[in-house]
């Protein structure tokens, strides 16, 4: 009798899929399991652009594509070349390498709860992730290709496009591509650390060291809440954090044409920062320990650092208990999350 | 004053072969189509210092000619030591450095007729067909001839010169290129990628310098570079007028660097080379009979 129903059911759907055209096996999402779309229940909602609603059909299009070298030049390089999924979308390089060994000037910055962030690239000039998604394709020191001829070259392809019609009711297009790039990154949420289930009611996920370094990242001793703070750890503004004086880099002030921005860069999330060195903007500091050094002496000297900043003094123990911190935000879980990871 | 109307498309075969009425005898529904066109044209020539309206008011298929309308056909000279010029040729201006250029695009947008007595008639930039252009702009390309003419629709007359927006008003400059046409997309290459706005003017090609060729990367953006250059001669848009001006571009003007400016291309992501728009206001550009 279940054989019947389900035999039944199965007439009754494609009767439907005739009269609205639906989509052929080809055209199904790679992952077929929604649960990527989820959200941690103890996060604010997550936004999305009206003409971006994010589906699974977007996610898994935008995922093939995230790890498709197709949009480069020399179809060597794709977004996961410098956003390694092992640590936390970022790039252990300090510069990446781009088209025929290019290199910039910045650090790839992690990929980690983006669809919260309200402005993107270090100097926050992009507003939406839709539009940071052409960056790298367009770069010639990234990718270097015009969107034209990443469209033509998925065009020929019909699974990818069929995939595109489902997802958005075209092909690939200008319009198209980048929002089903921006919806993957979009699902690229991480909030399963020791620390959140510490938060969740877990007493014994941190360790006694990662406690006390808790209370000097949020107190008075290591101040770090001035910017790194809420549940996605950045106050989405532009600090100076007291980089290197010779740093020529003008950040935030390339976009404002301020003075008073310059050396100014958006401070990250600190989930799975642990994972994801080099750090800073230019990728100068190779570890935890230099950068807990470098805020302990309040900066590098450049002559905008923020005023917040200042020397610590912290003993060498306070110092190792707030790397024991910066560890437990680590989310081992999303750092291997199969439904992130490349297409089989 | 006598006005000439045309009925662009069907009955009007030719953007000159228009008929006359006079200012009273307007069509009644050419009224307030004229007066949103105007009141829009004048808001955006006033040059972008207000606050951005949001993208949606870059539309690309702006107001409808009215009835009424006439247009001229302008021809875009690039020059360079007082010849038309191309990429790849080396210029020997009489006063500076020799150049050439790989690279030369701007915008032009927000036209608005000057007459002899200082008032001003906003007009429209039109295609071929005498359809408005998609958002009201167009983009000059040296390495493009097709681009290389811009038609003026407005109400017919004799003007005594033409104000033209070099770059884009704040509506356009705001605009999402992932979801708007040529040549507001991205792949324009006049779409700063990191900033979200377009660059007005690119100019790119190298200097001599002691024999020694070094190159130049020039981007004119943000909204304070927003520059509405006026340029003064004879304009006739009525039926049956002479040939009309050509709009010429001197690259030799353009180029003209104040004491101190970087022309190395290091800050041309990082600056808005103000002076470049300068210079097209303050003379590189000019109508020649």
New interface residues.
């Given amino acids: 009798m279940r054989q019947r129903v389900a035999a039944a059911l199965w007439v009754v759907a494609n009767l439907s899929c005739g009269a609205i055209g639906c989509s052929s096996s080809a055209e199904k999402p790679a992952n077929d399991d929604a649960s990527v779309l989820d959200v941690p229940a103890d996060f604010p909602a997550r936004p999305a652009p009206d ?1 971006n609603a994010v589906t699974l059909e977007r996610v898994e299009l935008g995922r093939t594509l995230f790890y498709d070298t197709r949009l480069s030049r020399t179809g060597q390089i794709s977004c996961s070349s410098c956003h390694v999924q092992a640590h936390a979308f970022s790039d252990p390089n300090r510069t990446s390498l781009g088209v025929d060994g290019l290199t910039g000037t910045r650090n790839a910055p992690a990929l980690v709860n983006e669809a919260w962030n309200t402005s993107y ?1 270090w ?1 926050g ?3 939406s992730l ?2 940071q998604a ?2 790298p394709i ?2 010639p020191l990234e990718m270097d290709m ?3 001829d990443v469209n033509a070259l998925l065009a020929v392809d019909a699974d990818i496009t069929a995939r595109f019609q489902a997802a958005y009711g075209e092909g690939p297009s ?2 198209t591509l ?2 089903a790039l921006a919806s993957f990154v979009r699902v690229l949420v991480t909030g399963n650390s020791a620390y959140d289930r510490f938060l969740r009611g877990d007493s014994v996920a941190l360790s006694d060291s990662a406690q006390r370094g808790r209370d000097i990242f949020e107190g008075e001793r290591g101040q770090c809440t001035h910017c790194h703070v809420g549940f996605n750890f950045t106050n989405n503004a532009f600090r100076n954090n007291g980089t290197r004086p010779d740093d020529s880099d ?1 950040g935030r ?3 404002t ?1 301020k003075d008073s921005d310059f050396g100014k860069f958006r401070v990250p999330s600190l989930r799975n920062v642990a994972v994801s060195a080099p750090y800073m903007h230019d990728g100068s500091l190779a570890t935890l320990a230099d950068v807990v050094e470098h805020y302990d002496q309040g900066g590098s000297g450049s002559p905008n650092t923020d005023p917040t900043l200042h020397a610590l003094g912290l003993s060498d123990e306070e110092k190792s208990d707030l790397i024991a911190f910066l560890e437990s935000l680590t989310d081992d879980e999303f750092l291997n999350d199969a439904r992130l990871a490349a297409p089989k | 004053m006598i006005r000439y109307w045309c009925f662009f498309g069907a009955a009007c075969s030719s953007l000159f072969a228009c008929g006359s009425v006079s200012d009273q005898q307007s069509p009644g529904a050419s009224g307030a189509a004229g007066a949103s066109s105007a009141a829009s044209a004048a808001g955006a020539a006033s040059g972008g210092t207000g606050n951005a309206p949001s993208a949606d008011q870059c539309p690309g298929s702006p107001t409808p000619l009215a009835s009424g309308t006439s247009g001229v056909m302008l021809p875009v000279q690039i020059v360079g030591a007082g010849a038309p010029i191309t990429t790849g040729q080396v210029v020997t201006p009489s006063v500076g450095t020799p150049y050439k250029l790989s690279l030369l695009k701007f915008y032009f947008s927000s036209p608005v007729l000057l007459e002899s007595d200082g008032s001003r008639v906003p007009a429209q930039l039109v295609l071929a067909n005498a359809t408005p252009r998609p958002y009201g702009i167009a983009l000059v390309d040296l390495d493009d001839s097709a681009s290389q003419s811009i038609t003026i629709a407005g109400p017919a007359g004799d003007y005594a010169g033409l104000e033209l927006g070099v770059g884009l008003p704040p509506s356009c400059n705001d605009a999402d290129p992932t979801t708007h046409a040529f040549p507001l997309n991205t792949d324009s290459d006049m779409y700063w990628t990191w900033g979200s706005q377009y660059m007005f003017i690119r100019v790119e090609g190298s200097l001599e310098g002691n024999g020694v060729w070094s190159s130049f990367a020039l981007h004119v953006g943000y909204q304070q570079a927003y520059r509405a250059a006026q340029v003064m001669g004879a304009l006739h848009l009525l039926p049956g007028a002479s040939a009309p001006p050509t709009l010429r571009l001197d690259v030799d003007r353009l180029l003209n660097a104040p004491l101190g400016a970087d022309t190395s291309g290091a800050d041309s992501h990082e600056a808005p080379d103000e002076w470049v728009a300068d210079n097209v206001a303050n003379g590189a550009l000019t109508l020649v009979p």
């Fill in positions: 003409d690239f100097d000039g992009v507003p839709e539009l052409v960056g367009k770069n015009t969107l034209a200008e319009r980048p929002r003008p002030q390339r976009i044409l």
